[in-house]
């Protein structure tokens, strides 16, 4: 079973994300954050596999070459179906978390975080110095992780188009900033509709609000699901 639509996980303990969870009668694909995490350890994804959801270790990890690695062989042991690394941290960081990861896990997915969808151009071009547009600096780093030998890339839905077409369209976009209206922003800043990121090429789309802050979470799961799966 693979789904394509991961619901973001972020809550503050394993108490609320069961209580979650609860009103669904079928496996989800689950991301763990930080938050969630640091609250429970391990134990989290073991527990989320026991239930038979997939579950998507949002960690983000950047660090010198070696600690990833090792990292990165602990993660691979505990059944994940999805991590991640922050293309930030270099080639051979990613190459590194990669060839680890793939070690000890041979059906998960390692993909690379290029610009988080909270971080507009202007930001972006200030505080980490460069020329770069947003798109050339989200293809800029897909470009190293598709050569790391990574699966894919975490953008906004805006660029996997590009991303499919420059590097290969089976390099996976994994998008978040989903939103039911584009109007309903919270703190990201390049959003979309759940149609809107299937026309764009979108392989994967993570939503969190929309789903865990709604008063009915199973409808609007249902929701995004009828519109992410609307004919192109």
């Known amino acids: 079973m693979t789904n394509s639509i991961i619901i973001a996980l972020d809550f503050p303990d394993l108490s609320e994300a069961d209580k979650f969870l609860e009103q669904f ?3 989800l694909y689950v991301k763990v954050g930080m938050e969630l995490y640091m609250q429970t350890g391990p134990s989290i994804v073991k527990h989320l596999k026991s239930l038979g959801h997939q579950v998507f270790l949002d960690l983000k990890l950047h660090d010198i070459p070696t600690t990833v690695k090792r990292t990165m062989s602990v993660l691979g042991r505990m059944d994940v179906d999805m991590v991640n690394v922050h293309a930030m941290g270099g080639f051979d960081m990613m190459k590194e978390a990669c060839l680890a990861f793939r070690e000890v896990n041979s059906t998960g997915k390692i993909i690379a975080v290029t610009q988080l969808t909270s971080t507009s151009e202007a930001t972006m071009q200030k505080e980490q110095a460069t020329n770069l547009s947003m798109t050339d600096s989200v293809l800029h780093y897909a470009e190293l992780a598709y050569k790391a030998g990574l699966d894919g890339v975490v953008s906004s839905p805006l660029e996997s188009r590009l991303i499919h077409n420059e590097i290969d369209s089976e390099f996976l976009t994994v998008t978040p900033g989903i939103r039911l209206s584009e109007n309903e922003a919270d703190d990201q800043i390049r959003i979309v509709t759940p149609e809107r990121a299937r026309f764009l090429g979108s392989d994967y789309i993570v939503v969190g609000r929309p789903i865990t802050r709604s008063d009915n ?7 995004i699901k009828s519109l992410w799966e609307m004919e192109k």
Do not use: H, S
């Not at 979470?217 to 929701?223: C, H, L, T």
């Open 217 to 223: 979470p199973v409808q609007a799961y249902k929701e």
């Open 25 to 27: 009668d079928e496996p």
